[in-house]
């Protein structure tokens, strides 16, 4: 499985933007795609994610009622929309999968397939 995410770029607080990650190869009913981001000097943290098979989500709490995330597996396609962008949202996003899930993983070490990350920055 390969994931290359897209998407990222420079905006200013309360403005929007919708990352995409192009999921190839071999994905499975129990799939979770997920979205992390990692800041600088910080540990990589867990945004939100996907179960592949259907609409079940699960968000961070600093990301509910801004973030979205949808998929299209048609398109193999993950989304993250994110609105009302805040400065302390600066970070590299990188998407992932975790082929063996039962059930949408915080934990970034269930992930076994990651994507480069792209950078979001947020100028205040």
């Known amino acids: 499985v390969q994931l290359q995410a897209s998407g990222g770029g420079l905006v200013q607080a309360g403005d929007s933007l919708r990352l995409s990650c192009v999921v190839s190869?071999?994905?499975?009913?129990?799939?979770?795609m997920g979205w992390f981001r990692q800041a600088p000097g910080k540990e990589r943290e867990f945004v939100a994610g996907?179960?592949?098979?259907?609409?079940?989500?699960l968000l961070a709490n600093s990301v509910k009622g801004r973030f979205t995330i949808s998929g299209d597996t048609a398109k193999n396609m993950v989304y993250l929309q994110m609105n009302s962008l805040k400065p302390e949202d600066t970070a590299a996003y990188y998407c992932?999968?975790?082929?063996?899930?039962?059930?949408?993983?915080?934990?970034?070490?269930?992930?076994?397939?990651w994507g480069q990350g792209t950078l979001v920055t947020v100028s205040s």
């Open positions: 190869g071999r994905t499975f009913s129990r799939s979770v």
């Open positions: 996907i179960l592949w098979s259907g609409s079940t989500t």
């Open positions: 992932a999968a975790d082929l063996a899930a039962y059930h949408i993983s915080r934990d970034r070490r269930t992930y076994n397939y």
